[in-house]
Protein backbone atom coordinates (compact mmCIF):
# COMPACT_ATOMS: atom_id res chain seq x y z
CA UNK A 1 0.00 0.00 0.00
CA UNK A 2 3.04 2.28 0.79
CA UNK A 3 4.50 1.80 -2.40
CA UNK A 4 1.58 2.53 -4.57
CA UNK A 5 0.77 5.71 -2.94
CA UNK A 6 4.15 6.61 -3.62
CA UNK A 7 3.85 5.69 -7.05
CA UNK A 8 0.34 8.01 -7.76
CA UNK A 9 1.90 10.90 -6.06
CA UNK A 10 4.89 10.54 -8.02
CA UNK A 11 2.92 10.12 -11.21
CA UNK A 12 0.54 13.15 -10.23
CA UNK A 13 3.24 15.91 -9.78
CA UNK A 14 4.67 14.95 -12.92
CA UNK A 15 1.73 15.57 -14.59
CA UNK A 16 1.52 18.93 -12.98
CA UNK A 17 4.41 19.90 -14.20
CA UNK A 18 3.99 19.05 -17.90
CA UNK A 19 0.78 21.20 -17.62
CA UNK A 20 2.46 24.14 -16.18
CA UNK A 21 4.78 23.96 -18.92
CA UNK A 22 1.95 23.82 -21.43
CA UNK A 23 0.25 26.55 -19.98
CA UNK A 24 3.08 28.69 -19.39
CA UNK A 25 4.32 27.97 -23.19
CA UNK A 26 0.17 29.04 -24.35
CA UNK A 27 0.78 32.20 -22.46
CA UNK A 28 3.80 32.96 -24.04
CA UNK A 29 2.55 32.46 -27.21
CA UNK A 30 -0.44 34.21 -26.83
CA UNK A 31 1.60 36.75 -26.00
CA UNK A 32 3.56 37.20 -28.85
CA UNK A 33 0.64 36.62 -31.31
CA UNK A 34 -0.77 39.60 -29.83
CA UNK A 35 2.49 41.72 -30.26
CA UNK A 36 2.70 40.61 -33.66
CA UNK A 37 -1.15 42.01 -34.15
CA UNK A 38 0.00 45.59 -32.68
CA UNK A 39 3.46 45.79 -34.64
CA UNK A 40 1.08 44.73 -37.87
CA UNK A 41 -1.50 47.16 -37.09
CA UNK A 42 1.05 50.13 -36.26
CA UNK A 43 2.56 49.46 -39.71
CA UNK A 44 -0.57 49.45 -41.71
CA UNK A 45 -3.20 51.62 -39.68
CA UNK A 46 -2.49 54.56 -42.61
CA UNK A 47 -2.93 52.28 -45.41
CA UNK A 48 -5.55 49.83 -44.10
CA UNK A 49 -9.26 50.97 -44.86
CA UNK A 50 -11.39 51.20 -42.09
CA UNK A 51 -13.70 47.86 -41.92
CA UNK A 52 -16.16 50.44 -39.98
CA UNK A 53 -15.93 52.93 -42.61
CA UNK A 54 -17.02 50.13 -45.10
CA UNK A 55 -19.59 48.86 -43.94
CA UNK A 56 -21.01 52.18 -42.94
CA UNK A 57 -20.67 53.70 -46.58
CA UNK A 58 -22.78 50.87 -48.38
CA UNK A 59 -26.24 52.63 -47.65
CA UNK A 60 -24.69 56.19 -48.10
CA UNK A 61 -25.74 57.63 -51.07
CA UNK A 62 -22.45 58.34 -53.12
CA UNK A 63 -20.29 61.41 -52.67
CA UNK A 64 -20.62 64.74 -54.83
CA UNK A 65 -17.08 66.00 -56.60
CA UNK A 66 -16.07 67.94 -53.39
CA UNK A 67 -16.32 64.79 -51.49
CA UNK A 68 -14.79 62.41 -53.50
CA UNK A 69 -11.59 64.77 -54.05
CA UNK A 70 -11.34 65.44 -49.81
CA UNK A 71 -11.62 61.69 -49.76
CA UNK A 72 -8.87 61.10 -52.88
CA UNK A 73 -6.40 63.65 -50.88
CA UNK A 74 -6.92 62.09 -47.70
CA UNK A 75 -6.43 58.77 -49.14
CA UNK A 76 -3.52 60.02 -50.45
CA UNK A 77 -1.96 61.50 -47.22
CA UNK A 78 -2.50 58.14 -45.38
CA UNK A 79 0.60 57.18 -47.33
CA UNK A 80 2.92 59.81 -46.08
CA UNK A 81 5.04 57.74 -44.83
CA UNK A 82 5.95 55.27 -47.23
CA UNK A 83 6.11 58.36 -49.83
CA UNK A 84 8.40 59.80 -47.38
CA UNK A 85 10.69 56.63 -47.03
CA UNK A 86 10.74 56.65 -50.81
CA UNK A 87 11.68 59.97 -51.18
CA UNK A 88 14.69 59.26 -48.61
CA UNK A 89 15.97 56.33 -49.81
CA UNK A 90 15.87 58.09 -53.34
CA UNK A 91 17.66 61.43 -52.15
CA UNK A 92 20.15 58.86 -50.62
CA UNK A 93 20.71 56.89 -53.82
CA UNK A 94 21.12 60.65 -55.45
CA UNK A 95 23.93 61.53 -53.22
CA UNK A 96 25.39 57.84 -53.25
CA UNK A 97 25.72 57.95 -57.02
CA UNK A 98 27.04 61.43 -57.75
CA UNK A 99 27.90 63.03 -54.95
CA UNK A 100 30.11 60.89 -53.14
CA UNK A 101 31.69 58.47 -55.54
CA UNK A 102 32.80 61.95 -57.39
CA UNK A 103 36.30 62.52 -56.71
CA UNK A 104 37.36 65.58 -54.63
CA UNK A 105 39.37 67.96 -56.14
CA UNK A 106 42.29 69.27 -54.42
CA UNK A 107 44.70 71.91 -55.47
CA UNK A 108 47.91 70.68 -55.78
CA UNK A 109 50.42 72.45 -54.15
CA UNK A 110 53.72 72.64 -55.88
CA UNK A 111 56.45 73.65 -54.07
CA UNK A 112 59.01 76.65 -55.40
CA UNK A 113 61.42 74.87 -57.28
CA UNK A 114 65.27 76.61 -56.49
CA UNK A 115 67.57 78.04 -59.10
CA UNK A 116 70.39 75.72 -60.22
CA UNK A 117 73.59 75.96 -58.16
CA UNK A 118 76.69 75.48 -60.23
CA UNK A 119 78.85 73.87 -57.62
CA UNK A 120 82.41 74.20 -57.75
CA UNK A 121 85.06 71.34 -58.66
CA UNK A 122 86.73 70.35 -55.82
CA UNK A 123 90.12 70.00 -55.47
CA UNK A 124 92.73 68.96 -53.18
CA UNK A 125 93.04 71.97 -51.52
CA UNK A 126 88.83 72.20 -51.28
CA UNK A 127 88.38 68.46 -49.89
CA UNK A 128 90.91 66.07 -48.18
CA UNK A 129 88.23 63.15 -49.36
CA UNK A 130 89.25 63.92 -52.76
CA UNK A 131 92.88 63.16 -52.00
CA UNK A 132 93.41 59.43 -52.94
CA UNK A 133 96.63 59.11 -52.49
CA UNK A 134 99.28 60.89 -50.32
CA UNK A 135 101.13 63.97 -51.79
CA UNK A 136 104.10 65.69 -50.96
CA UNK A 137 104.50 69.40 -49.76
CA UNK A 138 107.98 70.06 -49.14
CA UNK A 139 110.98 68.30 -48.80
CA UNK A 140 113.83 70.08 -47.26
CA UNK A 141 117.35 69.24 -46.05
CA UNK A 142 118.54 71.59 -43.44
CA UNK A 143 121.53 72.82 -42.43
CA UNK A 144 122.27 70.11 -40.23
CA UNK A 145 122.02 67.30 -42.50
CA UNK A 146 118.40 66.24 -41.43
CA UNK A 147 115.08 66.47 -43.80
CA UNK A 148 111.94 67.91 -43.42
CA UNK A 149 109.09 65.90 -45.15
CA UNK A 150 105.53 67.40 -45.09
CA UNK A 151 102.76 66.66 -47.13
CA UNK A 152 99.06 65.58 -47.01
CA UNK A 153 96.36 62.84 -47.54
CA UNK A 154 92.72 61.66 -45.69
CA UNK A 155 92.29 63.07 -42.56
CA UNK A 156 92.92 60.44 -39.72
CA UNK A 157 94.94 57.58 -41.14
CA UNK A 158 97.81 56.00 -41.20
CA UNK A 159 100.88 56.97 -43.40
CA UNK A 160 104.90 55.37 -44.00
CA UNK A 161 107.56 57.11 -44.81
CA UNK A 162 109.98 55.26 -47.55
CA UNK A 163 113.06 55.78 -48.02
CA UNK A 164 115.17 54.00 -50.52
CA UNK A 165 112.31 51.24 -50.58
CA UNK A 166 112.33 50.89 -46.25
CA UNK A 167 109.50 52.52 -44.35
CA UNK A 168 111.52 54.51 -41.68
CA UNK A 169 109.19 55.83 -40.13
CA UNK A 170 104.60 55.33 -39.46
CA UNK A 171 102.69 58.51 -38.63
CA UNK A 172 99.50 59.96 -38.21
CA UNK A 173 97.54 62.75 -40.60
CA UNK A 174 95.76 65.31 -38.69
CA UNK A 175 92.37 66.48 -39.22
CA UNK A 176 93.03 67.94 -41.60
CA UNK A 177 94.96 65.68 -43.49
CA UNK A 178 98.55 67.02 -42.95
CA UNK A 179 101.77 65.24 -42.31
CA UNK A 180 105.41 66.25 -40.83
CA UNK A 181 108.38 64.00 -40.75
CA UNK A 182 111.40 65.59 -39.32
CA UNK A 183 114.37 62.87 -37.90
CA UNK A 184 116.85 64.46 -35.88
CA UNK A 185 119.40 61.99 -37.02
CA UNK A 186 121.46 63.40 -40.05
CA UNK A 187 121.45 61.34 -43.54
CA UNK A 188 124.61 60.36 -44.63
CA UNK A 189 126.22 61.93 -47.77
CA UNK A 190 124.39 60.44 -51.03
CA UNK A 191 121.31 59.59 -53.09
CA UNK A 192 117.83 58.86 -51.26
CA UNK A 193 114.62 58.67 -53.04
CA UNK A 194 111.66 59.04 -50.98
CA UNK A 195 108.05 57.49 -51.19
CA UNK A 196 104.97 57.78 -49.23
CA UNK A 197 102.58 54.75 -48.63
CA UNK A 198 99.23 54.37 -46.80
CA UNK A 199 98.05 52.16 -44.44
CA UNK A 200 97.44 49.71 -47.12
CA UNK A 201 100.57 48.70 -49.13
CA UNK A 202 98.54 49.55 -52.32
CA UNK A 203 97.86 53.14 -51.46
CA UNK A 204 101.40 54.49 -52.73
CA UNK A 205 102.14 58.26 -53.69
CA UNK A 206 102.10 58.55 -57.30
CA UNK A 207 105.49 60.97 -56.91
CA UNK A 208 108.44 60.45 -55.94
CA UNK A 209 110.93 62.90 -54.15
CA UNK A 210 115.02 62.14 -55.26
CA UNK A 211 117.59 64.45 -52.58
CA UNK A 212 120.92 64.56 -53.24
CA UNK A 213 123.13 65.22 -49.94
CA UNK A 214 126.62 66.49 -51.06
CA UNK A 215 129.24 66.24 -48.63
CA UNK A 216 129.67 69.64 -48.19
CA UNK A 217 126.80 70.70 -46.78
CA UNK A 218 123.33 71.18 -47.78
CA UNK A 219 124.18 74.44 -49.53
CA UNK A 220 125.59 71.82 -52.66
CA UNK A 221 122.76 69.18 -52.20
CA UNK A 222 119.77 68.91 -54.16
CA UNK A 223 115.88 67.73 -53.59
CA UNK A 224 113.71 67.50 -56.93
CA UNK A 225 110.03 65.76 -57.17
CA UNK A 226 109.84 63.20 -59.80
CA UNK A 227 106.47 63.18 -61.58
CA UNK A 228 105.34 61.40 -64.84
CA UNK A 229 105.94 64.80 -66.59
CA UNK A 230 109.07 65.63 -65.05
CA UNK A 231 111.13 66.93 -62.31
CA UNK A 232 110.53 69.82 -60.10
CA UNK A 233 112.99 71.47 -58.03
CA UNK A 234 112.16 71.92 -54.85
CA UNK A 235 115.65 73.00 -53.37
CA UNK A 236 118.34 73.79 -55.49
CA UNK A 237 122.06 74.26 -54.79
CA UNK A 238 122.90 77.44 -53.16
CA UNK A 239 126.69 76.98 -53.94
CA UNK A 240 128.66 74.88 -55.47
CA UNK A 241 132.46 73.69 -55.95
CA UNK A 242 133.79 72.86 -58.63
CA UNK A 243 134.01 69.68 -59.12
CA UNK A 244 129.87 70.14 -58.96
CA UNK A 245 130.28 70.00 -62.56
CA UNK A 246 133.12 68.19 -64.42
CA UNK A 247 133.89 67.41 -68.35
CA UNK A 248 135.93 64.42 -68.15
CA UNK A 249 136.46 63.43 -71.82
CA UNK A 250 135.29 64.76 -75.32
CA UNK A 251 134.93 62.46 -78.29
CA UNK A 252 134.87 63.94 -81.62
CA UNK A 253 134.39 61.31 -84.23
CA UNK A 254 134.60 60.68 -88.00
CA UNK A 255 131.18 61.08 -88.40
CA UNK A 256 130.60 64.36 -87.48
CA UNK A 257 129.54 63.73 -83.83
CA UNK A 258 130.50 65.31 -80.54
CA UNK A 259 130.21 63.23 -77.38
CA UNK A 260 131.21 64.51 -74.04
CA UNK A 261 130.97 62.90 -70.60
CA UNK A 262 131.20 64.10 -67.14
CA UNK A 263 129.99 64.17 -63.48
CA UNK A 264 127.55 66.74 -62.29
CA UNK A 265 124.67 66.84 -59.70
CA UNK A 266 122.51 63.80 -60.09
CA UNK A 267 118.93 64.18 -61.75
CA UNK A 268 119.43 67.81 -62.81
CA UNK A 269 120.39 68.19 -66.31
CA UNK A 270 123.07 69.77 -68.48
CA UNK A 271 123.10 70.98 -72.18
CA UNK A 272 125.68 71.57 -74.45
CA UNK A 273 126.69 74.40 -76.84
CA UNK A 274 129.08 75.02 -79.59
CA UNK A 275 130.23 78.16 -80.60
CA UNK A 276 126.12 79.74 -78.52
CA UNK A 277 125.21 76.61 -80.93
CA UNK A 278 122.90 74.77 -78.81
CA UNK A 279 123.31 71.23 -79.43
CA UNK A 280 120.81 69.32 -76.94
CA UNK A 281 120.49 68.11 -73.47
CA UNK A 282 121.11 65.42 -71.18
CA UNK A 283 119.93 63.71 -67.86
CA UNK A 284 122.80 63.24 -64.84
CA UNK A 285 122.43 59.84 -63.41
CA UNK A 286 121.55 59.14 -59.80
CA UNK A 287 125.76 58.95 -59.81
CA UNK A 288 126.24 61.86 -61.08
CA UNK A 289 127.50 60.63 -64.75
CA UNK A 290 126.32 62.26 -67.73
CA UNK A 291 126.68 61.68 -70.97
CA UNK A 292 125.57 63.73 -73.97
CA UNK A 293 126.18 62.73 -78.17
CA UNK A 294 124.93 65.50 -80.40
CA UNK A 295 125.93 66.08 -84.88
CA UNK A 296 127.78 68.90 -85.33
CA UNK A 297 129.25 68.59 -88.83
CA UNK A 298 132.58 68.45 -90.12
CA UNK A 299 135.10 70.58 -87.91
CA UNK A 300 138.06 72.76 -89.49
CA UNK A 301 141.68 71.07 -87.94
CA UNK A 302 143.54 73.97 -86.53
CA UNK A 303 140.49 75.95 -85.91
CA UNK A 304 139.28 76.97 -82.56
CA UNK A 305 136.12 75.84 -80.92
CA UNK A 306 134.12 77.35 -78.12
CA UNK A 307 132.54 73.96 -76.08
CA UNK A 308 129.88 74.72 -73.18
CA UNK A 309 128.57 72.86 -70.78
CA UNK A 310 125.91 74.43 -68.52
CA UNK A 311 124.35 72.39 -65.37
CA UNK A 312 120.24 73.34 -65.17
CA UNK A 313 118.02 73.46 -62.09
CA UNK A 314 114.39 71.85 -62.37
CA UNK A 315 113.26 74.99 -63.57
CA UNK A 316 115.90 75.81 -66.12
CA UNK A 317 117.71 77.86 -64.62
CA UNK A 318 121.88 77.59 -65.09
CA UNK A 319 123.36 76.73 -61.77
CA UNK A 320 127.07 75.96 -63.20
CA UNK A 321 128.66 76.06 -66.08
CA UNK A 322 132.02 74.89 -67.58
CA UNK A 323 133.40 76.40 -71.05
CA UNK A 324 135.91 74.52 -72.92
CA UNK A 325 137.98 75.95 -75.61
CA UNK A 326 140.26 73.70 -77.90
CA UNK A 327 141.50 73.66 -81.26
CA UNK A 328 140.52 70.84 -83.51
CA UNK A 329 143.10 68.20 -84.29
CA UNK A 330 144.07 66.59 -87.52
CA UNK A 331 141.61 63.42 -87.59
CA UNK A 332 143.41 59.92 -87.61
CA UNK A 333 141.11 58.12 -89.72
CA UNK A 334 140.30 55.51 -86.98
CA UNK A 335 137.21 53.71 -87.84
CA UNK A 336 136.62 53.10 -83.86
CA UNK A 337 136.94 55.07 -80.50
CA UNK A 338 137.23 53.46 -77.00
CA UNK A 339 134.59 53.99 -73.93
CA UNK A 340 135.34 53.38 -70.35
CA UNK A 341 131.66 52.03 -68.71
CA UNK A 342 130.71 53.82 -65.87
CA UNK A 343 128.07 53.22 -62.76
CA UNK A 344 124.36 53.45 -64.20
CA UNK A 345 125.23 53.06 -68.16
CA UNK A 346 123.56 50.87 -70.25
CA UNK A 347 124.44 49.86 -74.12
CA UNK A 348 120.90 51.86 -75.88
CA UNK A 349 122.58 54.79 -74.05
CA UNK A 350 126.24 54.50 -75.23
CA UNK A 351 124.65 53.88 -78.61
CA UNK A 352 122.90 56.78 -78.53
CA UNK A 353 125.64 58.85 -77.73
CA UNK A 354 127.98 57.73 -80.42
CA UNK A 355 125.95 56.21 -83.05
CA UNK A 356 122.58 58.21 -82.75
CA UNK A 357 120.59 55.58 -82.05
CA UNK A 358 120.04 53.50 -79.33
CA UNK A 359 118.67 50.60 -81.35
CA UNK A 360 122.25 50.29 -82.14
CA UNK A 361 123.29 48.83 -79.25
CA UNK A 362 123.54 45.11 -80.98
CA UNK A 363 126.52 46.47 -83.11
CA UNK A 364 128.59 47.41 -80.05
CA UNK A 365 127.72 44.51 -78.16
CA UNK A 366 128.51 41.89 -81.09
CA UNK A 367 132.09 44.08 -81.40
CA UNK A 368 132.83 43.29 -77.78
CA UNK A 369 131.16 39.98 -77.97
CA UNK A 370 128.74 40.66 -75.40
CA UNK A 371 126.41 37.72 -74.76
CA UNK A 372 123.89 39.51 -72.58
CA UNK A 373 123.45 43.26 -73.90
CA UNK A 374 121.94 44.30 -70.58
CA UNK A 375 124.66 43.02 -68.21
CA UNK A 376 128.32 45.14 -68.37
CA UNK A 377 129.84 46.10 -65.99
CA UNK A 378 131.95 49.58 -63.96
CA UNK A 379 135.06 49.76 -65.75
CA UNK A 380 134.72 47.61 -68.78
CA UNK A 381 136.15 48.66 -71.93
CA UNK A 382 133.70 48.98 -74.74
CA UNK A 383 135.09 50.02 -78.31
CA UNK A 384 132.46 51.48 -80.45
CA UNK A 385 132.28 51.13 -84.16
CA UNK A 386 132.23 54.71 -85.10
CA UNK A 387 130.76 54.26 -88.90
CA UNK A 388 128.27 52.01 -87.03
CA UNK A 389 129.41 49.18 -88.95
CA UNK A 390 131.09 45.59 -87.89
CA UNK A 391 134.02 44.72 -90.21
CA UNK A 392 133.47 40.65 -91.16
Request: with cysteine.
Amino acid sequence: MANNNTIGKTKRSTDDLINDAVAQQNAWMENRRNFARRFLKSLNIFARPNPKQENQNINVPAPDANVRETRRRGGILSYWFPILCGIIVIVIAIWVMFVQTRPIQVPAVVPPVPEPVVQPVATKSDANDEITVPTFDIVRIEPAGTIVVAGRWMADKNISIVINGAIVATGRTDANGEFVYAPHRALEPGNYTISLRGASPDVKSNENVFIYISPRGYKNSVSLLMTDDGSTLLQAPSLLSDDDLIVSKIDYLDSGRIVVSGDALPRLRVSLSLDDKYLGVARVSDYKHFGLGADVGDLVPGREYNLTVRLHDGDGRTVAQVAHTFTMPEMTGDDDTYYTVRRGDCLWIIARNFLRRGVLFSIIAEKNNIENPDLIFPQQLLQIPVSGKIEK
